[in-house]
């Protein structure tokens, strides 16, 4: 069941969208050659609490981080780790999220650390165009299958793969909401948008092939190919006016 959100929730649901959106530009503006992931997985629980809000994802299905961290050929669900020291030249996936008043935030976005490959750089480029993208298409009229198909036609027409198993999803009360927004679809197709759905707009996309490959920890994706993965997010809620972001600290709350 799709869970449709009142305009006062949606309001709610913005104090959630803007911590999250904070913590993730903080978080990000860290990112640098010889941080470790635990160390920015630390600074992100830290500043979730410091405004009383409670880290989305730690504890989630076990899940022990406030942030995922995936670099290069991971894709998502990377575990933070003492172990993983970011260098120069890799990409970084951070996703996070924060729970305020009882409402989810959730949101990602890549980094370069230091100077990146022009792929590299390209891949990024890509991948934020195919969120604002599927944002801009989350709008009363559409349907799911309309995002789906914005978000991969910029990625294929660039030739990149659109990652299958790992989508988008509803947001709420509960991370995990009804219905999942997959990154890939036909135009007209789906379940039709209608004012109150609030959706996580997530478009994972490889440099290479789109396969991906599970790894033992139960979490990691990476990709089958081991070439570069990138991941940008956002919360969205569709109104009678369009896509409104809500994991979004001020300004920019719409796709364009
Ligand atoms: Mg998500």
């Given at each position: 069941m799709i869970i449709r959100k009142s305009p006062a929730e949606i309001e709610a649901m913005k104090e959630a969208g803007r911590l999250s959106a904070k913590?993730?530009?903080?978080?990000g503006a860290h990112v640098r050659p010889g941080v470790s992931t635990l160390e920015l997985d630390e600074l992100a629980e830290?500043?979730?609490?410091?405004?009383?809000?409670?880290?989305?994802?730690?504890?989630?299905?076990?899940?022990?981080?406030?942030?995922?961290?995936?670099?290069?050929?991971?894709?998502?669900?990377?575990?933070?780790?003492?172990?993983?020291?970011?260098?120069?030249g890799d990409i970084i996936s951070i996703d996070t999220g924060a729970i305020v008043e009882g409402w989810v935030g959730d949101n990602a976005w890549t980094y370069a650390v230091g100077k990146i490959s022009p792929e590299k750089r390209r891949l990024l480029e890509v991948t934020e165009r195919c969120m604002w993208a599927g944002v801009d298409a989350a709008r009363p009229g559409n349907r799911l299958g309309d995002i789906?198909?914005?978000?991969?036609?910029?990625?294929?027409?660039?030739?990149?793969?659109?990652?299958?198993?790992?989508?988008?999803?509803?947001?709420?009360?509960?991370?995990?909401?009804?219905?999942?927004?997959?990154?890939?679809?036909?135009?007209?197709?789906?379940?039709?948008?209608?004012?109150?759905?609030?959706?996580?707009?997530?478009?994972?996309?490889?440099?290479g092939t789109y396969k991906t490959r599970a790894m033992p920890d139960g979490w990691l994706v990476v990709t089958r190919d081991g070439r570069p993965s990138a991941h940008f997010e956002k919360t969205v809620a569709v109104t009678e006016d369009g896509p409104v972001v809500l994991t979004c600290e001020e300004g920019r709350r719409r796709p364009v």
């Open positions: 913590v993730l530009r903080e978080v830290k500043l979730i609490r410091a405004e009383g809000g409670v880290p989305a994802f730690k504890g989630y299905g076990g899940f022990p981080g406030s942030i995922c961290a995936s670099v290069n050929e991971q894709i998502v669900h990377g575990i933070p780790s003492a172990d993983v020291v970011l260098r120069d789906g198909h914005a978000v991969q036609a910029i990625a294929e027409e660039a030739s990149f793969g659109v990652v299958r198993e790992y989508v988008g999803h509803g947001i709420g009360r509960a991370m995990h909401e009804e219905p999942n927004v997959p990154n890939y679809g036909r135009k007209h197709t789906g379940v039709r948008l209608e004012p109150g759905m609030v959706l996580a707009i997530e478009p994972m996309i490889n440099a």
